[in-house]
């Protein structure tokens, strides 16, 4: 009887083992058979109404029409997107927290502007590329490119490029030095918005600005576009030609995808994949992408991986050249 009640008691004891070790694996997100069961966070590294949040907010409206549960957007402005990653590493790594992020995070690791990077986080996909077009005041006397680099051939380091250090306004300039072999005077602005002012007042010669945030001062003649930084002319702007079409090798775009806490589970990161997969197949996300002149660009994890690895080292390169780093 004794050895009966031992072994009643050793089998008990297995069983509440097994429930407590099934209770905190899913509750530190090491199991994702029943992700998502609450609100999914999505923090947003930058300002509400920017071209990035609004990108962010329609993903994530349409993620929750394919999770059939409640994503909620979060901006945490600050240090060119710092701030905001910093604090989607430090959370939990159980699903319920996913960081909206861009170039700019390989950005400011390379050029010390943050400690971390790409590698303290599990890439989940990439959704969507926005090309730029490279704007400056009417005032200016330039109306091409190719106008911009023959003066900035004779006048080296003169002419000012607007940019907010450590993001992908830094590179755009710099890759441009690279390719036409000029070199601007890079200045730093905090944010879309005060880049964008400072060339429309013409207080800085030169931005690189979205299609969107730029489309209506063209309208009323506050600011001209000079060339385009996709591979082919925006259907917005047919008569504004690409970068390489005036001789300058770059293509550039704001690359946006998703990015997980270290540490989160392979099954969920594989959920929330295949939901992004869904959600940049639909119809009504690429339409509602189209009015804010950003093109759906899908990567699965993997592919997503390999294309921030190549970013990453061409990036590098560039930034050498550009004397931006060591």
Wanted: net charge negative; glycine share 8%; with cysteine.
């Amino acid at each position: 009887m004794k050895r009966f009640l031992m072994f009643c008691g050793i089998i008990m004891a297995l069983f509440s083992l097994s429930a407590c070790t099934s209770s905190e694996s899913a509750e530190n997100g090491d199991g994702g058979s029943d992700y998502p069961k609450k609100p999914i966070q999505i923090i947003v590294p930058w300002d509400a109404g920017g071209d990035t949040d609004a990108v962010n907010r329609i993903a994530a409206e349409e993620l929750e029409k394919v999770l059939d549960q409640t994503v909620i957007i979060k901006n945490i402005a600050g240090g060119s997107g710092i701030i905001g990653s910093q604090e989607a590493m430090n959370a939990k790594p159980d699903g319920y927290t996913i960081l909206a992020v861009h170039d700019s995070m390989a950005m400011s690791e390379l050029t010390g502007q943050a400690q971390f990077g790409f590698s303290d986080f599990e890439p989940i996909s990439l959704i969507t590329s926005t090309y730029n077009m490279i704007a400056t005041s009417p005032d200016n006397p330039w109306d091409l490119m190719e106008d911009l680099v023959a003066d900035a051939s004779k006048r080296p380091g003169e002419i000012t490029y607007a940019a907010s250090i450590g993001s992908i306004s830094e590179l755009e300039p710099a890759l441009i030095q690279t390719a036409a072999d000029i070199k601007f005077n890079i200045v730093g602005y905090d944010g879309t918005a005060q880049r964008m002012k400072a060339v429309v007042a013409n207080d800085v010669a030169l931005g690189s600005v979205s299609i969107v945030a730029g489309r209506d001062y063209t309208k009323d003649n506050r600011l001209k576009f000079l060339g385009y930084t996709g591979e082919e002319r925006s259907s917005d702007f047919p008569d504004i030609p690409t970068m390489k079409e005036q001789g300058i090798d770059m293509v550039s775009a704001a690359n946006r995808g998703f990015l997980a806490p270290k540490g989160t589970a392979e099954e969920i990161i594989q959920i929330l994949n295949d939901a992004f997969e869904k959600v940049t197949s639909s119809e009504s996300f690429t339409e509602r992408l189209e009015s804010l002149g950003t093109e759906v660009n899908y990567k699965s994890t993997e592919d997503y991986i390999e294309f921030i690895d190549s970013s990453k080292k061409d990036m590098e390169e560039s930034l050498r050249q550009s004397d931006l780093i060591d």
